[in-house]
């Protein structure tokens, strides 16, 4: 099993920036997704990008251009860099490791993020 620890959210401006990490523990594939999906209040968890463990990346269109997944493999820590932030960019943060192996995944806790003037 992965454990994922989220950090970085906070209260960020319209148009700011922050950077979350998700720092994974614990026994892995070599083979694996790591996801950050969102909640925001009343609705719906929906995915905001993924990177796969051959680095091929993907971003929702509501993010395009402006949020960034990336990973040291080195820190076992997946980062997602959020810049020009709206305010309905506010949500839960939440990381996922999906073992492609086993087909086991894992959740972290979140990290709120509030965008607010």
């Known amino acids: 099993q992965v454990q994922l620890v989220e950090s970085g959210g906070g209260l960020v401006q319209p148009g700011g920036s922050l950077k979350l990490s998700c720092a994974a523990s614990g026994s892995s594939s070599s083979i694996y997704i790591m996801g950050w999906y969102r909640q925001a209040p009343g609705k719906q968890r929906e995915l905001v990008a993924f990177?796969?463990?051959?680095?091929?990346?993907k971003y929702e269109d509501f993010v395009k251009g402006r949020f960034t997944i990336s990973r040291d493999n080195a820190q076992n820590t997946v980062f997602l860099q959020m810049n020009s932030l709206k305010p309905e960019d506010t949500a839960v943060y939440s990381c996922?490791?999906?073992?492609?192996?086993?087909?086991?995944?894992?959740w972290g806790r979140g990290t709120q993020v509030t965008v607010s003037s």
């Open positions: 990177i796969t463990s051959g680095g091929i990346t």
């Open positions: 996922n490791h999906r073992n492609l192996a086993s087909g086991f995944i894992s």
